[in-house]
C-alpha cells in the first residue's frame, strides 16, 4: 500500500472514531500526495459534514466533481443541498451521480427521499429501474422500486416487483407484509 493509500486510510479511520484533527491531517498529507485524486476531498468534505459545515462541505465536494467524474462527490453534493434546502438542485446531483455509477447506495436512497418529499415520484421510476439493470438481485433497491410503482398507481407492477423480491427472498418481511395489505 502506497504512502497515499494509507494516508487516506488513515483519514477515514479517524473519521469514523470521532477524532476530526487527525482526519484532516491525513486527508491533507493525501492531497499533498496525490494532487490529482479528488479522494482526499471527499474525505475532507465528510469532515466539514461531521462538524456542520455545509457550506465548505459543498465547496470541497464541487472541487472533487470538477477534478473528476465522481458519483461520490455529487452525492455529496446533493446531500448538502438537501441539507440546505435546494431541493430541486440536490435531486439534479443525486440523477449525475446515478448517472455515473447506477448503483450508487447513497444516491438512491436520497433520491427516493427527494422524490417523495417533492412529490416527484414518477421521476425516479427510470434511476431504480437503470440500478436493478446494473443488479437485478439487490432486494432493497427492488423493494424501494416496488414500493415508488404502488405509489404511482401501477399495481400490477408493483405486484410483480413485490413478487419478484418474494422469488430471491422467500422470507423477506417487509415484502410479505405489503403484499398482504395490498391484498386487504
Partial sequence: MSDYQTLKVLGEYHLALGDTLKAIECFEGAMELNSESSEPLLGLAAVSIFAGDYDE???LYMKAAAMEKSARAHAGIGL???????????FTHFLTALSINPIDK???NCLLQQGYS?????EILP???RAL?????????????????FSTNRKDESIAEFNEILRLD???????EVLTHIAA
Fill in 127 to 129: 434511476a431504480f429501474a
Fill in 80 to 90: 448538502v443541498l438537501a441539507e440546505q434546502g435546494k431541493h430541486d438542485e440536490s
Fill in 118 to 122: 417533492t412529490e416527484r415520484v414518477e
Fill in 106 to 108: 447513497v444516491a438512491l
Fill in 170 to 176: 422467500p422470507e423477506h418481511k417487509a415484502t410479505k
Fill in 133 to 149: 439493470e446494473e443488479d437485478e438481485t439487490d432486494t432493497a433497491v427492488r423493494f424501494s422500486y416496488a414500493t415508488c410503482l
Fill in 57 to 59: 462541505a459543498l465547496s
